[in-house]
Protein backbone atom coordinates (compact mmCIF):
# COMPACT_ATOMS: atom_id res chain seq x y z
CA UNK A 1 0.00 0.00 0.00
CA UNK A 2 1.12 3.00 -1.36
CA UNK A 3 1.40 5.74 1.12
CA UNK A 4 0.82 9.42 -0.14
CA UNK A 5 1.22 12.61 1.82
CA UNK A 6 -0.80 15.73 0.91
CA UNK A 7 -0.89 19.01 2.22
CA UNK A 8 -3.65 20.55 3.10
CA UNK A 9 -4.50 24.26 1.09
CA UNK A 10 -8.41 24.17 0.99
CA UNK A 11 -11.16 24.29 3.78
CA UNK A 12 -12.57 20.59 2.88
CA UNK A 13 -9.20 19.46 3.36
CA UNK A 14 -8.64 21.58 6.71
CA UNK A 15 -12.52 19.41 7.25
CA UNK A 16 -10.83 16.20 7.26
CA UNK A 17 -7.66 17.12 9.35
CA UNK A 18 -10.10 18.22 12.28
CA UNK A 19 -11.96 15.24 11.84
CA UNK A 20 -9.77 12.01 11.43
CA UNK A 21 -8.89 11.66 15.16
CA UNK A 22 -12.66 11.17 15.80
CA UNK A 23 -11.81 8.00 13.60
CA UNK A 24 -8.84 7.27 15.05
CA UNK A 25 -10.35 7.27 18.52
CA UNK A 26 -13.76 6.09 18.50
CA UNK A 27 -15.02 4.18 21.13
CA UNK A 28 -11.63 5.07 23.08
CA UNK A 29 -12.92 5.45 26.79
CA UNK A 30 -10.35 7.49 27.78
CA UNK A 31 -10.01 9.77 24.82
CA UNK A 32 -11.77 13.44 25.14
CA UNK A 33 -12.86 14.71 22.00
CA UNK A 34 -12.68 18.33 21.06
CA UNK A 35 -15.04 20.16 19.49
CA UNK A 36 -14.88 20.97 15.97
CA UNK A 37 -15.80 24.19 15.39
CA UNK A 38 -13.14 25.48 18.24
CA UNK A 39 -10.35 23.13 16.40
CA UNK A 40 -11.57 25.15 12.79
CA UNK A 41 -11.00 28.09 14.00
CA UNK A 42 -8.20 27.61 15.84
CA UNK A 43 -6.28 26.01 12.64
CA UNK A 44 -8.05 28.94 10.95
CA UNK A 45 -5.96 31.90 9.55
CA UNK A 46 -8.14 34.10 9.47
CA UNK A 47 -9.59 33.35 12.98
CA UNK A 48 -6.87 32.89 15.04
CA UNK A 49 -5.08 36.32 16.22
CA UNK A 50 -1.93 33.74 16.64
CA UNK A 51 -1.50 34.22 12.53
CA UNK A 52 -0.44 37.69 13.12
CA UNK A 53 2.97 35.92 14.25
CA UNK A 54 3.04 32.68 13.09
CA UNK A 55 3.09 30.69 9.59
CA UNK A 56 1.42 27.10 9.55
CA UNK A 57 1.46 24.08 7.04
CA UNK A 58 -0.88 21.14 7.72
CA UNK A 59 -0.36 17.87 6.14
CA UNK A 60 -2.41 14.40 6.04
CA UNK A 61 -1.22 10.92 4.54
CA UNK A 62 -3.68 9.06 3.26
CA UNK A 63 -3.66 5.01 2.30
CA UNK A 64 -5.74 3.84 -0.48
CA UNK A 65 -7.57 6.86 0.06
CA UNK A 66 -8.20 6.64 3.54
CA UNK A 67 -6.51 9.41 5.94
CA UNK A 68 -4.22 7.87 8.25
CA UNK A 69 -2.12 10.68 9.63
CA UNK A 70 -1.62 14.35 10.14
CA UNK A 71 0.72 16.79 11.53
CA UNK A 72 0.91 20.80 11.78
CA UNK A 73 4.10 22.49 11.33
CA UNK A 74 3.95 25.60 12.74
CA UNK A 75 6.67 28.39 12.57
CA UNK A 76 6.23 30.97 15.62
CA UNK A 77 8.24 33.96 14.90
CA UNK A 78 8.00 35.57 18.60
CA UNK A 79 8.90 32.75 19.74
CA UNK A 80 12.53 32.59 18.09
CA UNK A 81 12.74 36.60 18.93
CA UNK A 82 12.20 36.11 22.41
CA UNK A 83 13.80 32.66 23.06
CA UNK A 84 16.81 32.63 20.07
CA UNK A 85 16.26 28.71 19.38
CA UNK A 86 15.80 28.94 15.74
CA UNK A 87 12.78 26.10 16.22
CA UNK A 88 9.61 24.36 14.46
CA UNK A 89 6.91 23.51 15.63
CA UNK A 90 5.25 19.99 15.11
CA UNK A 91 1.58 19.59 16.45
CA UNK A 92 -1.50 18.29 16.04
CA UNK A 93 0.10 15.49 15.50
CA UNK A 94 -1.87 11.93 15.05
CA UNK A 95 -1.20 8.55 13.16
CA UNK A 96 -2.04 5.33 12.92
CA UNK A 97 0.16 2.39 14.54
CA UNK A 98 2.28 2.06 11.46
CA UNK A 99 6.02 3.79 12.34
CA UNK A 100 6.31 5.13 8.25
CA UNK A 101 2.91 7.68 8.23
CA UNK A 102 4.87 9.10 11.26
CA UNK A 103 7.96 8.83 9.90
CA UNK A 104 6.65 10.81 6.59
CA UNK A 105 4.63 13.27 8.08
CA UNK A 106 7.69 14.21 10.59
CA UNK A 107 9.70 14.27 6.93
CA UNK A 108 7.32 17.12 5.77
CA UNK A 109 7.79 19.71 8.82
CA UNK A 110 11.60 18.45 9.17
CA UNK A 111 11.75 19.63 5.01
CA UNK A 112 10.13 22.97 5.66
CA UNK A 113 12.56 23.80 8.89
CA UNK A 114 15.30 22.92 6.34
CA UNK A 115 13.49 25.40 3.72
CA UNK A 116 13.62 28.10 5.95
CA UNK A 117 17.16 27.65 8.17
CA UNK A 118 16.10 26.72 11.19
CA UNK A 119 17.95 24.39 13.71
CA UNK A 120 15.84 22.51 15.68
CA UNK A 121 12.11 20.63 15.29
CA UNK A 122 10.10 20.20 18.72
CA UNK A 123 6.93 19.26 19.81
CA UNK A 124 4.00 18.61 20.23
CA UNK A 125 3.25 22.03 20.69
CA UNK A 126 0.41 24.84 19.47
CA UNK A 127 0.59 27.99 17.98
CA UNK A 128 0.32 29.37 21.75
CA UNK A 129 1.06 27.62 25.38
CA UNK A 130 -2.50 27.62 26.09
CA UNK A 131 -3.11 25.24 23.04
CA UNK A 132 -2.67 21.78 24.00
CA UNK A 133 1.00 20.62 24.47
CA UNK A 134 2.93 17.26 24.67
CA UNK A 135 2.74 13.51 24.47
CA UNK A 136 1.17 11.33 26.33
CA UNK A 137 3.86 9.14 28.05
CA UNK A 138 2.28 8.16 31.21
CA UNK A 139 -1.29 7.58 32.43
CA UNK A 140 -2.30 5.69 29.14
CA UNK A 141 -5.55 3.89 31.01
CA UNK A 142 -6.58 7.32 32.87
CA UNK A 143 -9.14 9.91 31.51
CA UNK A 144 -8.55 12.66 29.63
CA UNK A 145 -9.41 15.73 30.22
CA UNK A 146 -10.41 19.43 28.23
CA UNK A 147 -7.16 20.91 28.72
CA UNK A 148 -4.78 17.83 27.43
CA UNK A 149 -5.39 15.76 24.72
CA UNK A 150 -5.04 11.54 25.26
CA UNK A 151 -3.01 9.83 23.05
CA UNK A 152 -2.27 6.27 21.70
CA UNK A 153 0.68 4.30 23.83
CA UNK A 154 2.39 3.80 20.66
CA UNK A 155 3.25 7.58 19.87
CA UNK A 156 6.01 7.93 22.35
CA UNK A 157 7.89 5.12 21.12
CA UNK A 158 6.98 6.02 17.41
CA UNK A 159 8.10 9.51 17.65
CA UNK A 160 11.28 8.30 19.51
CA UNK A 161 12.56 5.86 16.45
CA UNK A 162 12.59 9.23 14.77
CA UNK A 163 15.53 10.75 16.88
CA UNK A 164 13.31 13.23 18.97
CA UNK A 165 14.39 13.41 22.51
CA UNK A 166 12.77 14.83 25.66
CA UNK A 167 12.82 18.22 25.96
CA UNK A 168 10.47 19.17 28.69
CA UNK A 169 8.01 17.42 30.70
CA UNK A 170 4.78 18.10 31.66
CA UNK A 171 2.75 16.06 34.93
CA UNK A 172 -0.37 16.30 36.15
CA UNK A 173 -1.92 15.07 39.03
CA UNK A 174 -5.39 13.63 40.57
CA UNK A 175 -5.92 15.17 44.11
CA UNK A 176 -8.96 14.19 46.09
CA UNK A 177 -11.29 17.37 47.33
CA UNK A 178 -10.95 17.25 51.53
CA UNK A 179 -14.96 17.48 52.34
CA UNK A 180 -14.39 20.26 55.12
CA UNK A 181 -11.60 22.87 55.03
CA UNK A 182 -8.90 22.49 56.91
CA UNK A 183 -8.54 24.68 60.15
CA UNK A 184 -4.65 25.30 59.35
CA UNK A 185 -5.56 26.42 56.22
CA UNK A 186 -9.10 28.29 57.32
CA UNK A 187 -6.66 30.60 59.89
CA UNK A 188 -4.21 31.16 57.46
CA UNK A 189 -6.10 32.34 55.18
CA UNK A 190 -7.57 34.72 57.01
CA UNK A 191 -4.57 35.90 58.15
CA UNK A 192 -3.15 36.19 54.93
CA UNK A 193 -6.07 38.17 54.03
CA UNK A 194 -5.92 40.49 56.64
CA UNK A 195 -2.60 41.14 56.53
CA UNK A 196 -2.38 41.83 52.58
CA UNK A 197 -5.77 43.64 52.46
CA UNK A 198 -6.69 41.75 50.41
CA UNK A 199 -10.26 41.15 49.09
CA UNK A 200 -12.44 38.14 47.67
CA UNK A 201 -14.75 39.15 44.51
CA UNK A 202 -17.57 37.33 45.31
CA UNK A 203 -19.05 36.65 41.65
CA UNK A 204 -22.55 35.83 40.88
CA UNK A 205 -22.49 35.99 37.44
CA UNK A 206 -20.40 35.38 34.22
CA UNK A 207 -20.58 38.83 33.27
CA UNK A 208 -19.28 40.23 36.83
CA UNK A 209 -15.91 38.42 36.13
CA UNK A 210 -15.95 40.10 32.56
CA UNK A 211 -14.60 43.28 34.05
CA UNK A 212 -11.26 41.30 35.42
CA UNK A 213 -10.77 39.36 32.19
CA UNK A 214 -7.45 41.76 30.70
CA UNK A 215 -6.38 41.74 34.15
CA UNK A 216 -6.19 38.30 34.21
CA UNK A 217 -4.73 37.99 31.07
CA UNK A 218 -2.16 40.47 31.77
CA UNK A 219 -1.23 38.76 34.78
CA UNK A 220 -0.53 35.21 32.61
CA UNK A 221 1.55 37.09 30.76
CA UNK A 222 3.75 38.48 34.06
CA UNK A 223 3.46 35.09 35.74
CA UNK A 224 4.20 32.61 33.10
CA UNK A 225 6.33 34.71 31.15
CA UNK A 226 10.30 32.18 32.35
CA UNK A 227 8.18 29.35 31.79
CA UNK A 228 8.92 26.73 28.89
CA UNK A 229 8.36 28.15 25.30
CA UNK A 230 5.67 30.86 26.71
CA UNK A 231 4.70 33.92 24.48
CA UNK A 232 2.80 36.60 26.00
CA UNK A 233 -0.50 37.24 24.49
CA UNK A 234 -1.65 40.20 22.10
CA UNK A 235 -4.31 42.47 22.78
CA UNK A 236 -5.97 40.61 20.18
CA UNK A 237 -5.79 37.36 21.63
CA UNK A 238 -6.70 38.21 24.72
CA UNK A 239 -9.83 39.99 23.12
CA UNK A 240 -10.09 36.27 20.95
CA UNK A 241 -9.49 34.25 24.33
CA UNK A 242 -11.85 36.15 26.33
CA UNK A 243 -14.62 35.99 24.09
CA UNK A 244 -14.11 32.08 23.52
CA UNK A 245 -13.56 31.00 27.19
CA UNK A 246 -15.57 34.07 29.79
CA UNK A 247 -18.56 33.38 28.07
CA UNK A 248 -19.73 29.74 29.31
CA UNK A 249 -17.36 30.40 32.68
CA UNK A 250 -19.13 29.05 36.02
CA UNK A 251 -18.40 31.93 38.28
CA UNK A 252 -18.59 29.92 41.67
CA UNK A 253 -15.25 27.89 40.49
CA UNK A 254 -13.27 31.29 39.49
CA UNK A 255 -11.42 32.70 42.52
CA UNK A 256 -10.53 36.09 42.19
CA UNK A 257 -8.34 37.98 44.77
CA UNK A 258 -8.34 42.06 44.11
CA UNK A 259 -5.62 44.30 46.39
CA UNK A 260 -6.89 47.67 48.43
CA UNK A 261 -6.74 49.26 45.08
CA UNK A 262 -8.55 46.63 43.79
CA UNK A 263 -6.07 45.67 40.96
CA UNK A 264 -5.69 41.66 40.74
CA UNK A 265 -3.81 39.65 43.67
CA UNK A 266 -4.45 36.49 42.46
CA UNK A 267 -6.11 34.39 40.55
CA UNK A 268 -7.75 30.69 39.79
CA UNK A 269 -10.27 29.77 36.75
CA UNK A 270 -11.28 25.79 37.16
CA UNK A 271 -14.61 24.34 35.94
CA UNK A 272 -16.72 21.08 36.10
CA UNK A 273 -15.24 18.39 34.28
CA UNK A 274 -16.37 18.25 30.68
CA UNK A 275 -14.75 15.13 30.03
CA UNK A 276 -17.26 12.74 30.37
CA UNK A 277 -19.64 15.25 28.66
CA UNK A 278 -17.29 15.77 25.31
CA UNK A 279 -17.22 12.18 24.87
CA UNK A 280 -21.10 11.49 24.56
CA UNK A 281 -21.38 15.02 22.42
CA UNK A 282 -18.35 13.16 20.01
CA UNK A 283 -17.29 16.48 19.18
CA UNK A 284 -20.03 18.59 18.29
CA UNK A 285 -22.42 21.11 20.05
CA UNK A 286 -26.11 19.75 18.26
CA UNK A 287 -28.12 18.23 18.01
CA UNK A 288 -27.66 17.00 21.60
CA UNK A 289 -24.49 18.09 22.77
CA UNK A 290 -24.59 21.18 24.01
CA UNK A 291 -26.95 19.58 26.52
CA UNK A 292 -24.67 16.58 27.91
CA UNK A 293 -21.95 19.96 28.54
CA UNK A 294 -25.20 22.07 30.46
CA UNK A 295 -25.58 18.59 32.63
CA UNK A 296 -22.20 18.57 33.11
CA UNK A 297 -21.99 21.87 34.29
CA UNK A 298 -24.73 21.86 37.12
CA UNK A 299 -24.31 18.20 38.88
CA UNK A 300 -20.35 16.73 38.74
CA UNK A 301 -18.13 15.36 41.17
CA UNK A 302 -15.31 16.06 39.16
CA UNK A 303 -13.50 19.51 38.50
CA UNK A 304 -10.58 20.58 36.22
CA UNK A 305 -8.16 22.65 37.27
CA UNK A 306 -7.04 25.24 34.13
CA UNK A 307 -4.92 28.67 35.43
CA UNK A 308 -4.03 30.06 38.66
CA UNK A 309 -1.41 32.79 38.82
CA UNK A 310 -0.23 34.94 42.24
CA UNK A 311 1.14 38.56 41.67
CA UNK A 312 4.64 38.50 41.51
CA UNK A 313 5.00 41.40 44.49
CA UNK A 314 2.09 39.20 46.30
CA UNK A 315 4.43 35.88 45.89
CA UNK A 316 5.62 33.92 49.17
CA UNK A 317 3.41 35.72 51.00
CA UNK A 318 0.33 32.94 51.56
CA UNK A 319 -1.61 34.38 49.05
CA UNK A 320 -1.76 30.70 47.57
CA UNK A 321 -3.19 29.56 50.44
CA UNK A 322 -5.52 32.02 50.31
CA UNK A 323 -6.14 30.56 46.94
CA UNK A 324 -6.61 27.37 47.61
CA UNK A 325 -9.03 27.68 50.30
CA UNK A 326 -10.73 29.59 47.51
CA UNK A 327 -11.01 26.96 45.22
CA UNK A 328 -11.94 24.41 47.52
CA UNK A 329 -14.51 26.30 49.53
CA UNK A 330 -16.21 26.16 45.54
CA UNK A 331 -15.48 23.08 44.92
CA UNK A 332 -17.08 21.49 49.05
CA UNK A 333 -20.36 23.67 48.01
CA UNK A 334 -20.58 22.14 44.39
CA UNK A 335 -19.74 18.27 45.93
CA UNK A 336 -16.97 17.55 43.91
CA UNK A 337 -15.36 14.65 45.24
CA UNK A 338 -11.51 14.80 42.73
CA UNK A 339 -10.16 17.16 40.86
CA UNK A 340 -7.65 17.20 37.95
CA UNK A 341 -4.48 19.59 38.03
CA UNK A 342 -3.79 19.25 34.17
CA UNK A 343 -0.14 19.75 33.24
CA UNK A 344 2.46 21.24 35.56
CA UNK A 345 6.25 21.39 34.08
CA UNK A 346 7.89 18.45 36.25
CA UNK A 347 10.32 21.28 37.51
CA UNK A 348 7.84 24.05 38.81
CA UNK A 349 7.91 23.16 42.17
CA UNK A 350 5.65 26.16 43.45
CA UNK A 351 2.83 24.83 42.19
CA UNK A 352 3.47 21.03 43.18
CA UNK A 353 4.16 21.89 46.62
CA UNK A 354 0.12 23.20 46.37
CA UNK A 355 -0.61 18.90 46.70
CA UNK A 356 1.43 18.22 49.58
CA UNK A 357 -1.17 19.06 51.93
CA UNK A 358 -4.02 17.06 49.87
CA UNK A 359 -4.38 13.33 48.87
CA UNK A 360 -3.38 13.40 45.48
CA UNK A 361 -1.22 10.91 42.74
CA UNK A 362 0.88 12.06 39.80
CA UNK A 363 -1.13 10.00 37.36
CA UNK A 364 0.17 11.07 33.99
CA UNK A 365 3.16 12.65 32.28
CA UNK A 366 3.27 13.86 28.94
CA UNK A 367 6.81 15.37 27.19
CA UNK A 368 7.39 17.98 24.20
CA UNK A 369 10.33 16.26 22.41
CA UNK A 370 13.06 17.55 20.31
CA UNK A 371 15.44 16.61 17.38
CA UNK A 372 17.94 18.98 15.86
CA UNK A 373 18.57 19.23 11.98
Known amino acids: MSLIITEVLDKKL ?25 EMATLSK ?53 PSIAQALLQKVENWAKEKGLEAVHGPLGFTDLDH ?9 ELGTLGALYNHAYYPGIIESNGYVKDADWVEYQIKVP ?38 FELINDTYSHLYGVMPLTEKQIAYYTKMYFSFIKPDYVSLIVDKDNKLAAFGITMPSLSKALQKAKGSLLPFGFIHI ?18 KDLQGKGVNVLLMYQVNKAYI ?16 TKIQSLWDNFEARQHKRRRCYIKHL
Request: proline content about 4%; glycine content about 4%; overall charge positive.
Open 14 to 38: LKAFVEFPYALYKNNEYNVPLLRFD
Open 46 to 98: DKNPAFDYCEARYWLAYKEGRVVGRIAGIINHAYIEKWKNKYIRFGWFDFEND
Open 294 to 311: LRAMKNNKFADLYLAAVR
Open 133 to 141: QGTLIQGFE
Open 333 to 348: KNGVVWAESNPELEDN
Open 179 to 216: QQLPEKMVKLAEIVQRRQQLTIVEAKKAKEILPYAKQI
